[in-house]
């Protein structure tokens, strides 16, 4: 029988393919934000797709930007993030100022566009016949996910297995959508449009804070576009800050029912903060069913990873017996580890 799987991702599971981790994101968001203008106004040093970016910036209140204004808001972030506990808090304590907020997310975009393009996922597009090289990539959970889901399996099968698994990730990147997309073209030799239908009815992936945009085979040069401020504005745009809360409620519930039907809920890469817990606890005071948990700690705190056991057993499962099974290894180890009991065959 179909084993269905949740996988609630964090940076840590991202940071497999180059991606940054939280402490890695501050120094890009710093480097991103290190803009000077001259006396007149005008750029005089820093990133110009930034710089570029504020000029088609849309205003609340439509009016213009001011750009030498947005960037001493970005020099401002860039002087405190080293005590701020991260840009989510500090733009926090900005809360209904203009221009904060704004600065804040363009900067969070312009480095992980930068990241996607440094990864081993992303290829020139310019050519039809290119795909990432899945030869070279560092070990990654997904790999060893994609050959769970697809050993010994016609495409019809594979994505029956697919379709078992249900993602809920708390990364802006699109590291899981552009996995599947170009290595379900590539394993089963298929067209941009027959890759992008399967994903399209199998590939089920909720970002808790948004994204920067759809990605696909059709739409490959997404990922990675790091060199357009018009895509930067508009990736941006797709952003919320964890102080703000999830995107919509409506498909937050619909993430739910995806812990609420899975078999196995595996937390892969992910941190354990309290507030990203409860957010995917159940609403209607009703706790989700009985199921094994997984989940990797590799450089967590006992005292922190504590609390983290009694937050999902108190507030998931009503203190209800479950299994819970933590390691401390990698995310692409942990997958590894449990491939078997991961398989969509149960051996009953």
Known sequence: MIRRKTFIVGAGASAEFGLPTGTQLVEKIEHFCDLKADRFGQSQSGDKIMWGAFDILPHP??????????????????????????????????????????????????????????????????????????????????????????????????????????????????????????????????????????????????????????????????????????????AASRILTFTEGAKDQAQLQIAKTYIDKADVVAFVGFGFLPLNLRILAPSNGNHYSKRTVLGTTKGMSPSNLEIAKNIIPREWYGREHYSIDFEEVASSELIWRNSMFLSELDAR
């Open 61 to 234: 209140e439509g009016q213009k930007w001011n750009p030498s204004g947005l960037a001493h808001v970005a020099s401002k972030v860039r002087q405190n993030m080293g005590l701020a506990p991260s840009i989510d808090n500090f733009l926090d304590s900005k809360r209904g100022e203009l221009g904060w907020s704004e600065v804040g997310k363009l900067a969070i975009a312009r480095a992980i566009l930068e990241e996607e393009r440094k990864s081993k996922l992303w290829f020139d597009t310019s050519n039809s016949y290119n795909l990432p090289n899945f030869a070279n990539l560092p070990p990654n959970w997904l790999r060893e996910l994609f050959r769970i889901l697809v050993a010994q399996k016609s495409n019809k099968e594979f994505c029956d297995a697919l379709a078992s698994c249900y993602f809920i990730t708390f990364n802006y990147d699109r590291v899981i959508e552009h996995f599947f997309h170009q290595a379900i073209k590539s394993y089963f030799d298929l067209s941009n449009e027959a890759a992008d239908e399967i994903c399209k009815e199998n590939l089920a992936v909720f970002h808790v804070y948004g994204d920067l945009g759809d990605v696909n085979c059709v739409g490959a040069a997404a990922f990675g576009r790091n060199g357009d401020r018009h895509y930067l504005v508009q």
